[in-house]
């Protein structure tokens, strides 16, 4: 069933956007340009505008479902410090670099692979193989602390997590 919401007011559309897609999809229409007008100012560090936007999206859409007309202020005042608030915290859980080692880090696996020698390579190629991995294991022990580097040592000798704790 689709209805025409377009002349519909806020406040009649806001009890109809949990069971209506329309609803909310219109919803959604009319404050788009607020959600970009509340992302312009701010940096998100890793990411780009486009990501704030999607930020504020998902506030936009908290503030939808979240709405009480009892607490006195307008939906579009609401609305956008909702939004405001979610893009905040998405500036600030990005710049605290929580989550850096999970998101920049490699697997050992796939870190010997790319300097391990492939099997009928030549010389120059074993070389510079072994000496990649080299230079790796002396800048990943540089790295790690001296409980981390014996945890590491222990791993690529072959022990269980078992003999390793």
């Known amino acids: ?18 069971a209506s897609c329309e609803a909310m999809r219109e919803l959604i229409l009319r404050y788009t340009r ?13 990411g780009d505008q486009e990501d704030l936007v999607q930020e504020g999206m998902i506030g ?25 608030r979610r893009m905040i915290s998405a500036v600030r859980a ?6 850096a080692p999970l998101n920049d880090s490699i697997s050992m696996e796939e870190a010997r692979l790319q300097t391990e020698p492939s099997l009928g390579a030549g010389p120059e190629t074993e070389f ?4 990649g991995m080299r230079e790796f ?3 990943l022990r540089g ?8 945890v590491l ?4 000798a072959g022990c269980s997590y078992r003999e390793i704790s």
């Open 137 to 139: 294991m002396a800048a």
């Open 128 to 131: 510079i193989g072994r000496e």
């Open 34 to 46: 607020l959600v970009r007008a509340c992302a312009r100012p701010l940096f998100l560090a890793g």
């Open 60 to 84: 936009l859409v908290d503030a939808i479902r979240s709405y009480s007309p009892s607490g006195g202020a307008s939906f579009q005042s609401f609305a956008a410090l909702c939004i405001r």
């Open 94 to 99: 990005a710049s605290a670099q929580k989550h």
């Open 143 to 150: 790295a790690l602390t001296s409980v981390e580097r014996e």
């Open 153 to 156: 040592e222990l791993y690529l």
């Open 1 to 18: 069933m689709l209805t025409d919401y377009s002349q519909c007011p806020d406040a009649e559309l806001l009890p109809l956007a949990d």
